[in-house]
């Protein structure tokens, strides 16, 4: 089955940039989307189709996808981007709609 | 504004089938660009993927629920839902359907999962 890795943790101080990283075979060559879940709250969309943004993010969220790592980027991270963060792709070989395995970020 | 709203019975016994609807509002299920689907979350662990519905593309289901899930649409009440037969304590999560935007054919995650439900509990315990 096909599976996406991500750091358990990642810390960042109040303005610094944070990097986190999902890991897939060639995840480069499918559409990698990032999610933001703050506790109690239902999941958000933050990248889509390796970079974009939806309208309402902040332009602070980046993403990237090359070779079998995403990476979500958060710069001037801020105390409320405090979270979990899942990366997602989907696997047309298996047909299932990975997640991967969560990064908690916290803002120091 | 699109909304989704999960609902169904808070507690379900083994190896009873668990049976939830997600009604949407502000918008339409039978959207053929759109795929509707089921993700769960167990208490303090990652998201899962359950399955995804399109009046266009067809149902595609995780390979490791396929067995014992079904999805379908109630086109008249603008209702999704889900079935999971057999199931256990492993199946305790928050449920939630959210909506992925996708064009004709067969799903591609271009575009993710843009809009979700607040999610609904489920225990299951006898």
Request: proline share 7%.
């Amino acid at each position: 089955s096909y599976e996406l890795t991500q750091p358990p943790s990642v810390s960042v101080s109040p303005g610094q940039t944070a990097s986190i990283t999902c890991s897939g075979d060639k995840l480069g060559d499918k559409y990698a989307c990032w999610y933001q879940q703050k506790p109690g709250q239902s999941p958000v969309l933050v990248i889509y189709q390796d970079s974009k943004r939806p309208s309402e993010i902040p332009e602070r969220f980046s993403g990237s996808n090359s070779g079998s790592t995403a990476t979500l980027t958060i710069s001037g991270t801020q105390a409320m981007d405090e979270a979990d963060y899942y990366c997602q792709a989907w696997d047309s070989n298996t047909h299932n709609y990975v997640f991967g395995t969560g990064t908690k970020v916290t803002v120091l | 504004q699109l909304r989704l709203q999960e609902s169904g019975p808070g507690l379900v016994k083994p190896p009873e089938t668990l049976s939830l609807t997600c009604t949407v509002s502000g918008g339409s299920i039978r959207i053929t660009s759109d795929y509707w689907g089921w993700i769960r979350q167990p208490p303090g662990k990652g998201l899962e993927w359950i399955g995804s519905f399109s009046s266009s593309g067809g149902t595609y289901y995780n390979p490791s629920l396929k067995s014992r899930v079904i999805i379908s649409v109630d086109r008249a009440n603008n209702q999704l839902s889900l079935k999971l037969s057999s199931v256990t304590a492993a199946d305790t999560a928050v449920y939630y359907c959210a909506r992925h935007p996708n064009g004709s054919g067969p799903p591609q995650g271009i575009y993710g999962l843009d809009v979700w439900g607040q999610g609904t509990t489920v225990t299951v315990s006898s």
